[in-house]
């Protein structure tokens, strides 16, 4: 998920809004289910918006909770976020979106991890943004 943009002055503001649609994890557990998604914006390949450093604690920017189902892979969570980034450039800027699961668990972004094509609910899909606008300072 990528979006790019080239601030008319350098003292401007982007408002970055990522909304990632669905997020389901094919190793849920129906007694547990929860596996989190952990995601990462990126300017130009560079970390922003990332957590507070506490002791050896992942940084990330936003994470998603696939909370607890009847099977694993169906359904979903969706997941958001906004920053406000200060780039001091009027350069053409590239903003990602990275994301990384749950102690190695694998991942569907918008639609369930199951494969079942059977038309009801928890099988969906959704779509994910990333927008960028600009704010003068």
Do not use: C
Not at 23 to 47: I, L, P, W
Not at 59 to 67: A, I, P, Q, Y
């Amino acid at each position: 998920l990528t979006a790019s943009i080239t601030p008319t002055d350098a003292n401007n503001l982007i408002l970055v809004t990522v909304h990632v649609g669905k997020v389901s994890s094919a190793q849920g557990n129906a007694s547990t289910g929860d596996r989190q998604m952990n995601f990462r914006v990126k300017r130009d390949g560079t970390d922003i918006g990332l957590g507070e450093t506490w002791e050896n604690r992942l940084r990330v920017t936003f994470s998603v909770l696939d909370g607890p189902h009847h099977q694993p892979g169906r359904g979903g969570s969706s997941g958001s976020t906004q920053i406000l980034d200060n780039p001091s450039t009027t350069s053409s800027i590239t903003y990602s979106v990275y994301g990384s699961g749950h102690d190695g668990s694998s991942w569907a972004v918008n639609r369930a991890a199951e494969t079942n094509n059977s038309g009801d609910a928890p099988q969906s899909t959704t779509s994910s943004t990333i927008t960028l606008m600009e704010i003068k300072a």
